[in-house]
């Protein structure tokens, strides 16, 4: 019997001890194969080369991006009884964007365990947080299945470290939001470039948001997207767009 739960674990890496600790406090979680948790974290295991172990990171990610937003769909359906469709998919589009998985991650202490890729030590950056956390996620589902990886997600991710009345209340993109609500109004818009300086690989944008007609924003940026942004973000402010939700659609249990 003994022998047998033995062969259900697999011997870990002497020079990943730490590292193994650092994933069992953030996923609660003992790992079957720990290997698979050192691919999230692009960890070369046996004779791998780094190209290899990239690749299995790559791949983890894939998955724990699907599966993670399979199991936000389902908490959120869950936690909002009224929500609607529009309401839900706008808070799962929040929660698993990448600036929120990079701050999840942050609070995780998922960084200070990355390792670069062969990318990035040549341009100087680290892989994304949020990459590696949804890595970590795909892991947990290959390792221990549905069950675990979602009270992993529910409880040691969503519960822990998202605060849903804040998330409520933050704005993805401020072009979106204004579009939703000229479209709402039936009213015209359009942008236009006011401004266009710097050399061609440093240009430098400034771009008008026009409602009805009438200039209700501008904002500036190296590319046009950015400063499209820019300007719906203070024509937002201007129409006093993006205070809160409608309350129909916010109750809890």
């Known amino acids: 019997m003994l022998k047998a739960l033995r062969s259900l674990f697999k011997p870990a890496p002497a020079e990943s001890k730490d590292l193994l600790a650092a994933i069992r406090s953030m996923t609660g979680l003992r ?17 791998q080369t780094q190209k290899n172990a ?24 869950e936690k909002y009884p009224n929500g609607n469709e529009g309401y839900l998919t706008s808070m799962r589009s929040k929660v698993v964007s990448r600036k929120a998985l990079n701050r999840i991650a942050d609070k ?31 892991a947990v589902y290959v390792d221990r299945g549905w069950n675990a990886t979602k009270t992993f997600v529910h409880k040691r ?7 849903f009345n804040k998330v409520e209340k933050e704005v993805i993109s401020y072009k979106s939001l204004l579009i939703e609500w ?16 710097g050399a061609e ?7 008008a948001v026009k409602v009805d007609g009438e200039i209700q924003g501008e904002g500036s940026g190296q590319s046009k997207k950015i400063a499209e942004e820019a300007a719906s973000r ?3 402010k201007a129409l006093k767009l993006g205070k809160r939700e409608p309350s ?3 109750r809890r249990r």
């Open 54 to 77: 990239n690749m299995r990171y790559e791949r983890l990610e894939y998955l724990g991006d699907a599966v993670l937003g399979v199991l936000m769909a389902e908490y959120l359906y």
């Open 234 to 236: 203070a024509a937002c």
């Open 157 to 163: 991710i969503l519960d822990a470290y998202v605060n």
């Open 182 to 197: 000229v479209q709402r109004q039936k009213k015209s818009f359009d942008y236009a470039v006011i401004e266009e300086n």
């Open 108 to 138: 995780m202490g998922i960084p200070r365990w990355m390792q670069q890729s062969s990318r990035g030590r040549r341009s100087g950056t680290t892989s994304v947080p949020g990459n590696t956390l949804e890595a970590l996620v795909g």
């Open 201 to 207: 690989h440093r240009k430098r944008f400034t771009i």
């Open 248 to 250: 129909s659609t916010r």
């Open 31 to 47: 790992p079957h194969d720990p290997n698979i948790y050192l691919a999230a974290f692009r960890r070369k295991v046996n004779d």
